[in-house]
């Protein structure tokens, strides 16, 4: 059942339960290989773990859902400063 189909029954039916979701991830993804790397060494927990939410995080919006707005989007503006820190100013 779809994530709209469910809301419109939640809104007639206050007893109606939601489907439970659940998140598959693939394991051959390039991301989620090179997250498996960087777990070797603790001091990426934090950034491993921000992923990981921002994976879960993604898959609900896909799903018509924005769950905590404001925390993805510093999360995603986090990633976006790190990135651009990485980058060289210098023009080759």
Known sequence: MSTQMQRLL?????????????????????????????????????????????????AMILDGLTPEPEDMVARVQTFMAEAAEKRSPLII
């Open 10 to 58: 939640k809104m007639a039916n206050k007893d109606f339960h939601e489907s439970a979701r659940i998140l598959e991830i693939n394991p051959s993804a390039a991301l989620v290989r090179r997250l498996c790397r960087l777990s070797a060494n603790q001091q990426h927990d934090d950034f491993i773990k921000s992923c990981a939410l921002q994976l879960w995080t993604n």
